[in-house]
């Protein structure tokens, strides 16, 4: 079982900046590939970035490519996502995600824990 709690999300102007943090309860937490996902107002949850067990690798959706940057840190059982260069499109919650036993995961289902999501709003 891993709980996941994020942190770190809020109110910004376009064009700043926000790290949001997930930290993951658990010894296991190497064995578990992480990925952010997020979901706007009347929409479905959408993938935004993950990373694998050893955080060697990371994929991204088009829409952040270059502007998001996801990390962790084994030893603190944290995963992060910096957001810069945010935009009014970017508003939404955001959720960190742990799927079990993958190498990487960029589809919702892969995944088996959730924590229960940030805001971030991004005013124009």
């Known amino acids: 079982q891993v709980q996941l709690v994020e942190s770190g999300g809020g109110l910004v102007q376009a064009g700043g900046s926000l790290r949001l943090s997930c930290a993951a309860s658990?010894?296991?937490?190497?064995?578990?590939?992480m990925g952010w996902f997020r979901q706007a107002p009347g929409k479905e949850r959408e993938f935004v970035a993950t990373?694998?067990?050893?955080?060697?690798?990371?994929y991204y959706t088009d829409s952040v490519k270059g502007r998001f940057a996801i990390s962790r840190d084994n030893a603190k059982n944290t995963v992060y996502l910096q957001m810069n260069s945010l935009k009014p499109e970017d508003t939404a919650v955001y959720y960190c995600?742990?799927?079990?036993?993958?190498?990487?995961?960029?589809?919702?289902?892969?995944?088996?824990?959730w924590g229960q999501g940030t805001q971030v709003t991004v005013s124009s």
């Open positions: 995600a742990a799927a079990w036993g993958q190498p990487i995961a960029v589809v919702s289902t892969s995944y088996n824990y």
């Open positions: 658990g010894r296991t937490f190497s064995s578990y590939a």
């Open positions: 990373i694998s067990r050893s955080g060697a690798s990371a």
